[in-house]
């Protein structure tokens, strides 16, 4: 194995499994197209996948499946590495990530206030829409999440058992930047956020 491809493959196992990265992180170790000739030769080797063009990652090992699919929020923040562009996980998404839906979205919308486009993971497809600053409250916060998944579990019967999981769930940090944002919500989700954070 050459030197380059041996750096590259001792940072990515040094991080974990469940990162995913770029060519760009690599380019203090040599030039882009000499990084991009090792990444493919890594892949190649087996010793790391290729998630799309331009994105990589340490599969983690899976009883079943043998690997499990590509870490989506991981993704989601090597495809915005560099933008300098703002983004938040939203509808039944944000819902599931924090634990409030089983379900599991083929279509992951993501609000930004960057470029709009969809980039395709296999059977995933991830659409970046863009979105208004009053719906980004809270971007790249937890709190932002909660926000995200609120709005999208509006008029559920469940509301109370999601608001009651979401008191006892939260970390603190969370619930003072939810607090901190309750007066800029909209009328009917400031009650719900108000239950939350109440001790």
Known sequence: MK???KSILARIRSSGSGRVFSPRQFLDLS???????ALHRLVKA????????GL????????????????????VQALMDGSHAQWQFTGAYAAN?????????AKIIILTDGVPRKVSLGKLTLVFRRAAPRNLLGVGQRA????QALRYLKGSADMPKH???LRKTLD????????SLTLELVAWMRPIAQEIIRP
């Open 172 to 179: 603190l940090d969370t619930k003072k930047s939810l607090a």
């Open 144 to 147: 932002g999440l909660v926000i």
């Open 97 to 105: 990530a924090l634990g409030l839906s089983e379900q599991v979205p």
């Open 3 to 5: 030197t380059i491809d």
């Open 163 to 165: 608001v009651d999981k």
């Open 56 to 75: 990589y990652d340490l599969p983690r090992a899976h009883p079943i499946t043998g690997q499990t699919a590509p870490n989506i929020m991981a993704t």
């Open 31 to 37: 030039g882009r197209s000499a990084v991009g000739v």
């Open 46 to 53: 087996g010793k790391i996948r290729r998630i799309r063009r």
